[in-house]
């Protein structure tokens, strides 16, 4: 046979556990995480993005074999690098030999031309360079260059004219780097912070607890009372009486005075309950 069971008030089986508090959220979620990445991978985008950009600008300098030389086009006035390309340009391996340059139109003019003295170097693809010299043009056009004992260069070797490459480096490492070191701090930042609040959660007191218990108290449990169980003391127990104790006499009703015999009452023999002592009968209290 089965016995229906009666739930808890508030829909909960008396026997239920106590439900744990939610999970307090972490301050910054994990979405930071994927910010500071980006400032990351924006800074490493940034570098990628401008050495192609210098490279392709490097590419498209005028060059002139050695040790055949030519003529190139300068076109504008100003400040030119001229940069040795060949075998050895990085490490500094240059032969030595002399450059000429010499205006091959009416319009041009070479100012001075003078050795570079700041180690400036790159390196795109198969393409290896070094600064050399130094040359200030008055005036455009074009020019005749010469390349004078230049028999022990490597062949393949050859010198190019174009603008400082240092301004354009900086202007893509400085940034870069910001971005790549904002990132990985941001990222450290936010794992530190995590961590300490996730450790402070797990050591923290639990919310919950009884009604009128002390702070951090555990709630008790007790096993459910069989069916027809009595939680109180027994009728005619005062409260915090022994179990067993009776405010009457032994056998005698609830409420019976003591040391009347059973059966007794308080009036006269005869009477109504309750009736005064020595009254007549009929008579009103």
Known sequence: MDTPTTPAPG???PDAAPLAAPKPKIRPGRIWYLAALLVLLGGVAWLVIGLISVSSHVDAFPRVPIPAGGQI???HSGGYVIYYEGPGARSGRIPAFRIRVTPASASAAVQSLAP???A???AFGSREGRAVLSMQVSHPGRFSVE???A???PGGSDLAFGDSIVGGIAGIAVPSALLVLAGIIGLVVIFIIRVVKNSRARSAVPAWSTPGSPPGARPAWSPPAPPGSQTGPPPGTEPGAPPGSQTGPPGAPPGAEPGA???SQTGPPGGPPGAEPDSPPGAQP
């Open 11 to 13: 829909g909960r089986s």
């Open 73 to 75: 086009i300068l076109d």
């Open 116 to 118: 570079y003295n700041t």
């Open 120 to 122: 400036v170097t790159y």
């Open 147 to 149: 390349t004078r004992g």
């Open 151 to 153: 028999n022990s260069v």
């Open 261 to 263: 015999p059973p059966g």
